[in-house]
C-alpha cells in the first residue's frame, strides 16, 4: 500500500492554539507510521513551507481550532493549493464560525434554537450599559453571552443582572467585534459527533455534567483533567437517543459539513436545543470526541483513518 504524504497543521494564531497543539500532538501520535508520512506544520509560521511542499503533499489534516484554522481561512489555502484536507470545506467552516449564521440556518431547517440577540462592539462610553439594558428588555434574564466567533468558551459567561450583562459585553468584545446574547436555558448538556460526507452517521451522544466550580461547560472544565463528568454511553432513553442523533446529523446537513462534525445540545422543557457546530472538534486525550469515537467501537487511529478516507473521497 502506498504511503500516503500527510500535512498535520496544528497551533495558529487563535485564541485556541494551545488546544489545538494539543489536539495535533494527539493526532501525531495516533497516526499510523505504517500508513503515513506525516510532516508538521504550524500555519502561525509554517505558512510558506506548506505552500512549498504542497505539490509532494497528497492530503492536509487541520487540528486547528478557532479564527485562521477553523473558519475557512486555512482551508481556502488548501483549496488554492489543490490540496484534498480532512474536515468541512470553506463555506460550512466559515458558516459554523459565525454563530448568529449558523442559528439563521439552524431555524430554516427547522432546529430548535434558544431566543437570541446582538450587540455590535463600540468604545463609545455608555454604550455597553445601554446595550445590556436593551438585550435584557427584549431578551429577560438570565443570559448567555459569547463572542460571535470564538469557540472552546472563550469570553463566555453567564449573567444574571444588567449590571453583570454589560461586564460580559465588554468582556466579549475584546474577542470579536460582535457580542451574541442567548436566553439561558437551564438543563442538561449533550454533544454529538457525526461522521460521514453524502451519508452523515451520528455517534453515541455525550453528557457533559461541569464540576463544582464551574457555573457551565467553561474553559477549564473542557482541557482540565477532572474538572467535569463526560458520560458516554449515557442514560438517554431510546426516543431521546434517537431525536438528538437526528437533530446532530440535520445541524450537520444544515451547514454543509464534510467529513466530521459536533454539535452540542441543552435539553430543556423536554427539547433538545441546539447551541453550535463544531468543524474542527478537539481531538486531545481530554476532547468530547475521542469518547464518542471509542462508544462508536473504533479505535482512535481508525478514526483518523475514516477522517482520511473521507477528506479524498469525490465529492
Known amino acids: 500500500m502506498k504511503m500516503l504524504r500527510l500535512a498535520l497543521l496544528a497551533g495558529g494564531a487563535s485564541s485556541e492554539r494551545e488546544v489545538s497543539l494539543a489536539s495535533g500532538r494527539e493526532v501525531l501520535a495516533n497516526l499510523d507510521p505504517g500508513r503515513y508520512e506525516t510532516r508538521v506544520y504550524d500555519p ?13 503533499l497528497d492530503v492536509a489534516f487541520p487540528a486547528l ?38 442559528k439563521e440556518f439552524y431555524r430554516l431547517r427547522g432546529l430548535p434554537v434558544a431566543p437570541d440577540g446582538y450587540a455590535e462592539r463600540s468604545r463609545a462610553p455608555g454604550v455597553a450599559v445601554s446595550e445590556a439594558a436593551r438585550l435584557a428588555a427584549g431578551l429577560g434574564l438570565p443570559l448567555v ?15 444574571r443582572s444588567a449590571e453583570e450583562l454589560a461586564a ?10 460582535v457580542a451574541m446574547a442567548e436566553r439561558f436555558l437551564a438543563g442538561r448538556e449533550y454533544t454529538v459527533a457525526v461522521m460521514g460526507n453524502r451519508e452523515p452517521a451520528a ?5 457533559i455534567i461541569p464540576g463544582p466550580g464551574h457555573p457551565f461547560f467553561d474553559y477549564s472544565a473542557k482541557y482540565s483533567e477532572g474538572e467535569c463528568r463526560e458520560i458516554c454511553p449515557c442514560d438517554l432513553d431510546p426516543e431521546e437517543d434517537r ?20 454539535t452540542d445540545f441543552i435539553l430543556a422543557g423536554g427539547i433538545f ?18 469518547k464518542a469515537v471509542r ?14 478516507e473521507l477528506a479524498l473521497e469525490p465529492d
Open 203 to 207: 455517534m453515541p451522544p455525550v453528557e
Open 44 to 56: 502561525a509560521m509554517d505558512l510558506a513551507r506548506l505552500v512549498a511542499d504542497a505539490p509532494g
Open 168 to 177: 460580559a459585553l465588554e468582556s466579549a468584545w475584546e474577542c470579536s467585534t
Open 295 to 308: 462508544a462508536h467501537g473504533l479505535s482512535f487511529p481508525e478514526f483518523l483513518d475514516r477522517l482520511v
Open 273 to 290: 436545543h441546539v447551541l453550535e457546530t463544531n468543524t474542527l472538534p478537539g481531538l486531545t486525550a481530554q476532547s468530547l470526541l475521542p
Open 243 to 262: 431525536e438528538v442523533r437526528r437533530l446532530a446529523v440535520l445541524a450537520h446537513r444544515a451547514l454543509g459539513c464534510r467529513g466530521f462534525s459536533r
Open 145 to 159: 453571552v459569547k463572542p460571535l466567533d470564538h469557540g472552546s468558551s472563550v469570553g463566555m459567561a453567564i449573567v
Open 65 to 102: 481550532h478557532g479564527r485562521l484554522g477553523e473558519d475557512g481561512s486555512v482551508q481556502g489555502l488548501l483549496e488554492l493549493l489543490g490540496l484534498p484536507y480532512v474536515g468541512s470545506g470553506i463555506f460550512a467552516s466559515a458558516l459554523a464560525m459565525d454563530k448568529r449564521a449558523s
